[in-house]
């Protein structure tokens, strides 16, 4: 399998509803569930899948991006062979649009000529799931598929399987063909490609708006969805810091959450998602909340339905409450003062 198969990861992607937590990173690099990153799924599916090589081809705001892989190490892609490659986008790219951007690919043609793998997966950075690779593979050999495309419930989810000596040709064809992005080439009915669209069945949502990213954060607090994601056997991995337990004080109270390390917890926690060292101050009450890392919140304070970025801080006695469907960002490193949002 790990010589079969390459994995690259498109990071290039910008979606405008998520910009209030992208002004500063990338949307592979987006936190998620108090310790991950967006990318940690689909970089952990290929490694649990067994491949041995992965490129990243990022665009925008990739600096804690690469401070969050690093040399792979936590994937146990620091390797002599193979490995963790990443591969920023040049500025001379005409058609740097859609997953699978050709002519990123183009710029970088060295690294599929030298691969040795007969297979590639081409995939967003921003799906939440866990996907063993090995039987898509097994699909696509097995029905004679030239370009398959991964889905659930008939949508895409912007993941590509393809021979790599079709995917060489297709980069080097794409002025010809028309082809500047792998959706291009999978979507062409008129082609002469054997089109194939594999259903995967499991628990998978592309983050591409605040809300989709509120409501897919909440379901991890729902046991059969955590169980999915999270299985033993097929660990979701990320960026290890070591950090002692949270520490929750008398007054303190959590129900259905998700706490990570380093925080001091005073007040109340229900149904939310609670990154590392996260302060709660006495008689603040967060309830249907992400609140993400080192963010200070003070005394007597009211969150409801709110993403909170790192490194924020909420004054003491402030309130801020949204709907669900619509809930409330505070942008990284902002001071939200007394007072209420809605």
């Known amino acids: 399998m790990n010589k079969r198969l390459l994995g690259v990861i498109d990071a290039t992607t910008v979606h405008e509803d998520l910009e209030d937590l992208s002004l500063h990173r990338s949307v592979a690099a987006i936190p998620f569930g108090g310790r991950y ?4 799924f689909i970089l952990s599916n290929l490694v649990n899948s067994g491949i041995e090589s992965v490129a990243i081809f990022p665009k925008y705001q990739y600096r804690s991006l690469m401070d969050h892989l690093g040399s792979g190490r936590n994937w146990d892609l620091n390797r002599k062979r193979d490995g963790l490659f990443f591969f920023p986008a040049s500025n001379t790219g005409n058609h740097y649009t859609g997953i699978g951007t050709l002519d990123h690919f183009a710029d970088n043609i060295d690294y599929f000529e030298r691969s040795t793998q007969d297979y ?9 799931f866990n996907m063993d690779f090995q039987p ?14 991964v889905q659930k419930n008939g949508k895409s989810l912007g993941i590509y399987l393809v021979e790599k000596a079709l995917l060489m040709d297709l980069i080097k064809t794409r002025n010809e063909t028309g082809y500047f992005n792998m959706r291009d080439a999978a979507r062409d009915t008129s082609s002469q490609f054997q089109l194939c669209y594999y259903d995967y069945q499991g628990y998978a949502v592309m983050v591409d708006s605040i809300v989709n990213y509120f409501n897919v954060s909440m379901d991890l607090l729902k046991p059969e969805v955590w169980k999915e994601l999270f299985p033993k056997e097929r660990p979701i991995l990320t960026k290890v810091k070591d950090e002692p337990p949270t520490r929750y004080e008398v007054d303190a109270s959590v129900k259905n959450s998700m706490v990570a390390n380093g925080g001091v917890i005073e007040g109340t926690v ?9 302060k709660i101050g006495k008689g603040t009450v967060v309830r249907n909340c992400i609140i993400m890392q080192k963010t200070q919140i003070k005394e007597n304070c009211l969150l409801e339905s709110v993403i909170v970025d790192k490194d924020a801080r909420i004054e003491a006695g402030t309130v801020i409450t949204a709907p669900a469907d619509a809930p409330a960002v505070i942008r990284k490193g902002t001071v939200q003062g007394v007072g209420s949002k809605s």
């Open 37 to 40: 990153r967006l990318i940690d």
């Open 120 to 128: 590639a997966i081409i995939a967003n950075s921003y799906t939440v």
């Open 136 to 149: 898509l593979l097994d699909w696509h050999i097995q029905s004679g598929c030239d370009i398959t495309e």
């Open 270 to 278: 229900e149904n939310s998602i609670i990154g590392r060292g996260v």
